[in-house]
């Protein structure tokens, strides 16, 4: 940031060291999906490669007459706002309804696939419950059909990498912030198919960086810190996830204790993340009685900065009123030791 200070679209000798840069981080952003260093654009987050991976098949669904995308009701808005924005222009968007546990049957997914349909957009983990989506069997459902497969991976990427190393899934988002790199910095994994590229076009244009896809000088700190978290994350995979087991075997102690209501499917749950009530409990009550001693959510943390009932607590069959009383609870590796039986008697002190 402060000595490298070349563009990498530059000719002269400062610009080739931050161009190598580049190339040596796109490898391993590659690496940690499996695919090759061409298949990686970057882009500002999950957000943005979401907006690209969706918003930029409708010329080619326009094109080719498949009009029908399948999705869930639980993707981040990130995704639902440009299927949303598809809608209005004649596609026909059609969203699952995931069961209790939070997750969606590839079973349905398979069962509302259509000779029209352009693309299953289904993300990787939902983040407001942690509830892995199958997505390896609904690859599994879409062997032999044409669609593109498109999962928002944010909450994965970088974490659990066995699901996203699979061929038939075209299109990954995915945010460096979520795994420890810097915020603003992203990508869009484009698996080609054998030789062929998924026909994204772009949405903005202008320099023709990343291959003319998502043109503008490339912020070259951020996608080198991008890269370094995505080295660290494949090394420390495993102390990582066994440092946040240990913490949820106590999480969901402290949830007992309090007689909380797990929500979700816990056996495919994600290690650090744990969403639950507790009956006849407030979720405004629950933070603010321990907001000195553990950072809670209710609703998204990306989605505003008001509070929202969950869709995602609502599409899993939650009243308005059962869902606003689910919080979330999270941390990582690195998570310091929690004070889990005050906070406990904290709560029983509400009851
Ligand atoms: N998708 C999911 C599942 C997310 O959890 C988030 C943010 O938390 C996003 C997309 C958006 O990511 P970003 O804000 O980095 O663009």
Same mark, same amino acid.
Not at 309 to 331: D, P, T
């Given at each position: 940031?402060?000595?490298?200070?070349?563009?990498?679209?530059?000719?002269?000798?400062?610009?080739?060291?931050?161009?190598?840069?580049v190339?040596?981080?796109?490898g391993?952003?590659a690496?940690l999906?499996?695919?090759?260093?061409?298949?990686?654009?970057?882009?500002s987050?999950?957000?943005? $490669?979401?907006?690209?991976?969706i918003?930029?098949?409708? /010329?080619?669904? =326009? #094109?080719? &007459? %498949? !009009?029908?995308i399948l $999705?869930?009701?639980?993707?981040?808005?990130?995704?639902? /706002?440009?299927? =949303? #924005?598809? &809608? %209005? !222009?004649?596609?026909?968007?059609?969203?699952?309804?995931?069961?209790?546990?939070?997750?969606?049957?590839?079973?349905?997914?398979?069962?509302?696939?259509?000779?029209?349909?352009?693309?299953v957009?289904?993300?990787h983990?939902?983040?407001?419950?942690g509830?892995?989506?199958?997505?390896?069997?609904?690859?599994?459902?879409l062997?032999?059909?044409s669609?593109?497969?498109?999962?928002?991976?944010?909450?994965?990427?970088?974490?659990?990498?066995?699901?996203?190393?699979?061929?038939?899934?075209?299109l990954?988002?995915?945010?460096?912030?979520?795994?420890?790199?810097?915020?603003?910095?992203?990508?869009?994994?484009?698996?080609?198919r054998?030789?062929?590229?998924?026909?994204?076009?772009?949405?903005?244009?202008?320099?023709?960086?990343?291959?003319?896809?998502?043109?503008?000088?490339?912020?070259?700190?951020?996608?080198?810190?991008?890269?370094?978290?995505?080295?660290?994350?494949?090394?420390?995979?495993?102390?990582?996830?066994?440092?946040?087991?240990?913490?949820?075997?106590?999480?969901?102690?402290?949830?007992?204790?309090i007689?909380?209501?797990?929500?979700?499917?816990?056996?495919?749950?994600?290690?650090?993340?744990i969403?639950?009530s507790?009956?006849?409990?407030?979720?405004?009550?629950?933070l603010?009685?321990?907001?000195?001693?553990?950072?809670?959510?209710?609703?998204?943390?990306c989605t505003?900065?008001?509070?929202?009932?969950?869709?995602?607590?609502?599409?899993?069959?939650?009243?308005?009123?059962?869902?606003?009383?689910?919080?979330?609870?999270?941390?990582?590796?690195?998570?310091?030791q929690?004070?889990?039986?005050?906070?406990?008697?904290?709560?029983?002190?509400?009851?």
């Open positions: 940031m402060t000595v490298e200070f070349g563009n990498e679209g530059s000719r002269h000798e400062h610009g080739s060291r931050a161009r190598q840069a190339q040596r981080s796109r391993a952003v690496t999906a499996g695919v090759n260093a061409d298949d990686v654009v970057f882009t987050g999950a957000t943005e $490669s979401n907006n690209m991976a918003l930029g098949l409708a /010329e080619h669904g =326009e #094109a080719t &007459g %498949k !009009r029908h $999705s869930t009701q639980i993707e981040h808005k990130a995704v639902l /706002e440009p299927l =949303e #924005a598809l &809608g %209005k !222009r004649g596609f026909e968007i059609e969203l699952l309804r995931p069961n209790a546990g939070g997750w969606v049957e590839p079973e349905a997914v398979r069962a509302a696939l259509r000779t029209d349909t352009l693309l957009s289904v993300m983990a939902n983040n407001e419950t509830i892995l989506q199958p997505i390896a069997e609904i690859a599994e459902c062997k032999n059909h669609a593109f497969f498109h999962t928002d991976a944010a909450q994965t990427f970088g974490k659990s990498a066995a699901d996203l190393n699979n061929n038939r899934i075209d990954i988002s995915a945010s460096a912030h979520k795994f420890f790199g810097p915020k603003g910095i992203g990508a869009l994994i484009m698996r080609k054998g030789f062929e590229r998924i026909p994204i076009r772009p949405l903005t244009f202008g320099g023709g960086q990343e291959r003319g896809l998502r043109p503008g000088t490339l912020p070259v700190p951020l996608i080198v810190g991008m890269a370094k978290a995505a080295e660290i994350a494949i090394r420390d995979r495993t102390s990582r996830q066994q440092n946040c087991q240990a913490i949820r075997r106590d999480a969901s102690q402290f949830v007992k204790q007689g909380g209501l797990v929500h979700g499917d816990m056996s495919r749950c994600q290690s650090h993340i969403s639950f507790v009956p006849g409990l407030d979720s405004e009550a629950l603010l009685t321990l907001k000195d001693l553990i950072s809670f959510s209710n609703g998204s943390a505003s900065a008001r509070y929202q009932h969950s869709h995602v607590s609502v599409a899993m069959g939650l009243s308005n009123e059962a869902a606003s009383g689910i919080v979330r609870l999270s941390w990582c590796h690195m998570t310091p929690i004070p889990w039986n005050e906070a406990a008697e904290r709560v029983k002190a509400l009851m």
